[in-house]
């Protein structure tokens, strides 16, 4: 038993200077004359054949439908609207939602969207969710990301699942921006808890 473990460490080791040497060669072998010869091609071809990536054009910056007079507003509002819907309204909700965020939020807003668009048991179990914003705090030294806390419920009309469940707290992370036009919007939604 022990001599067979024996030889299969020696095998495993053999493949793996192989592989090393193999890949050591590959990493001193001198470029071919096509990748030598980068006058002829565009440049970002060239950076993509030195770095191994392919540099995209910048995408133009998002906008909202809406923004808040100020950065507390935006997360109390963007936040009340995240947790208060039910089976019917969540799809419409997100997709609000994602309308009125960029980046990140966006992103997750669309996602929330998507996911409870088909998610038989959310439909078929009439189930929702109901809560307060109950606190909105800036963090030190981060003008423009807050905590948030609140306090929500989930119930359901046609299963038992949620029945007897206790309202729950709960923490977010919450990141801001200002809008060209003045107003603030969500630009990251990370919940915690």
């Known amino acids: ?3 067979a473990g024996f030889h ?3 095998l495993a080791h ?3 200077v192989g592989a090393s040497l193999t890949g050591c060669a590959a990493l ?3 470029p071919s004359r096509s990748s030598a010869t980068s006058g002829s091609q565009p440049a970002n071809i060239v950076q993509a054949q030195r770095t191994h990536e392919f540099p995209s054009p910048a995408s133009p910056p998002q906008t909202a439908s809406a923004g808040a007079v100020n ?3 935006a997360v109390r509002a963007f936040v009340s609207a995240y947790i208060n819907w039910n089976a019917r309204t969540v799809v419409a909700r997100m997709r609000i939602l994602a309308a009125a965020s960029v980046g990140q939020a966006r992103s997750a807003t669309q996602l929330a969207a998507a996911r409870a668009a088909h998610d038989y048991e959310l439909q078929r179990g009439g189930i929702a969710n ?3 914003v109950e606190a909105v705090a800036e963090l030190p030294h981060r003008r423009d990301q807050f905590v948030v806390v609140t306090r929500e419920s989930t119930t359901a009309t046609a299963t038992t699942a949620y029945q007897g469940l206790r309202p729950a707290w709960h923490v977010a992370l919450a990141t801001v921006v200002r809008l060209r ?3 603030w919007v969500l630009s990251a939604w990370q919940p915690e808890s």
Do not use: P
Request: no cysteine; hydrophobic share 50%.
């Open 1 to 3: 038993m022990a001599l």
């Open 8 to 10: 299969l460490t020696r």
């Open 14 to 16: 053999a493949v793996l």
């Open 28 to 30: 001193g072998a001198q």
């Open 71 to 73: 950065a507390v507003e």
């Open 130 to 132: 109901s809560g307060a």
């Open 181 to 183: 036009g003045g107003g």
